[in-house]
């Protein structure tokens, strides 16, 4: 069974770094793309950055050149960098992963980040 298991989460000031990781059971070069999600409280859960197998990356316009994805194969692991973090930030944040060559797509359990003022 395919799991994604995510870390790195905590409290953190605003103006300050978190690192989270997306850790896959499986080769990460079964998936396509791979993002990370959050969903803060009363909200919809919500892109805020994705990376192609080639490494080509997309991002949120308010999470731009604040957070870094990137994607280490060797471990299989795909990374969230989190720089200048705001109150804002603040939300439970998910790894999603699709299969290639199907329709299937995993999901972590989520890691919580909060970002206070």
């Known amino acids: 069974q395919v799991q994604l298991v995510e870390s790195g989460g905590g409290l953190v000031q605003a103006g300050g770094s978190l690192r989270l990781s997306c850790a896959a059971s499986i080769s990460i070069f079964n998936f396509n793309d791979i993002g990370w999600y959050r969903q803060a409280p009363g909200k919809q859960r919500e892109l805020v950055a994705s990376i192609t197998q080639g490494g080509s990356t997309n991002y949120a316009d308010s999470v731009k050149g604040r957070f870094t994805v990137s994607r280490d194969n060797a471990k299989n692991t795909v990374y969230l960098q989190m720089n200048s973090l705001k109150p804002e930030d603040t939300a439970v944040y998910y790894c999603?992963?699709?299969?290639?060559?199907?329709?299937?797509?995993?999901w972590g359990q989520g890691t919580q980040v909060t970002v206070s003022s």
């Open positions: 999603n992963a699709a299969r290639r060559f199907s329709a299937i797509d995993y």
